[in-house]
């Protein structure tokens, strides 16, 4: 299983800041794993932003500080997942990873992607 | 929701053992036992150590123990090697459906 990051690594100040994560090896839809968002700054250390999974519809579960801000959501025809967060600040500058959570196997964040740097300019 | 409470900082000689602490809540690591560990090196994403409080995935050597009493857990790293010199972070399960990191602990060798 591989995850592979795109998305532009400069956001402007109250814009959106929007990130996609392809997935190889399996399936956005498998009905055992979450498909999760996770940030890494020097300020904030490691942040679980919130994440998406499939159990006969899709779910959703985000991070209380950022609920007003945050869509996680899954292309199924695309086997991807895509993070949205609006009206940024400096403060959401970060290394943003793509990670599965797989509860048919370690449950845990077992798979990751190689992370997104993203800088949110004022 | 808060950040589980890491030292800073822990350090020991090769084939030493160092345990790291992971300080929570009753919201979190209290009642549930879905915390996980997770080693670091620089410029690289984290990757699953520990799980379910006291598991290894497979190819994780049993150097790597994890343990939990009451609001916390630690992991306890034996016969301490040089590729083991990285950051730690531990990680619970909460109360709101959600998931919360600790601040993260750098061990030196």
């Known amino acids: 299983v591989q995850l592979q990051q795109s998305g532009p690594g400069l956001v402007k100040s109250s814009q959106t800041l929007s990130l996609t994560c392809a997935i190889s090896?399996?399936?956005?839809?498998?009905?055992?794993?979450?498909w999760t968002w996770i940030r890494q700054s020097p300020s904030r250390g490691l942040e679980w932003l919130g994440r998406?999974?499939?159990?006969?519809?899709?779910?959703?579960d985000y991070a209380p500080s950022l609920k007003r801000r945050i869509t996680i959501s899954a292309d199924t025809s695309k086997n991807q997942l895509s993070l949205h967060l609006t009206s940024v600040t400096p403060d959401d500058s970060a290394v943003y990873f793509c990670?599965?959570?797989?509860?048919?196997?370690?449950?845990?964040?077992?798979?990751w992607g190689q992370g997104t740097t993203v800088t949110v300019s004022s | 929701q808060s950040a589980l409470t890491q030292p800073p900082s822990a350090s020991g000689s090769p084939g030493q053992s160092v345990t790291i602490s992971c300080t929570g809540t009753?919201?979190?690591?209290?009642?549930?036992?879905?915390v996980a560990w997770y080693q670091q090196h620089p410029g690289k994403p984290p990757q699953l150590i520990i799980f379910?409080?006291?598991k290894r995935p497979s190819g994780v050597p049993d150097r790597f123990s994890g343990s939990k009493s009451g609001n916390t857990a630690s992991l306890t790293v034996s016969g301490l090697q040089a590729e083991d010199e990285a950051d730690y972070y531990c990680?619970?399960?909460?109360?709101?459906?959600?998931?919360?990191f600790g601040t993260g602990t750098k061990v030196s060798v």
């Open positions: 990670a599965r959570r797989n509860y048919g196997g370690p449950n845990g964040l077992d798979v």
């Open positions: 090896g399996d399936s956005v839809s498998t009905n055992t794993v979450a």
């Open positions: 379910d409080v006291t």
């Open positions: 009753t919201d979190d690591i209290g009642s549930y036992n879905y």
């Open positions: 998406a999974y499939y159990r006969s519809k899709w779910r959703n």
């Open positions: 990680t619970s399960y909460t109360d709101s459906d959600t998931y919360v």
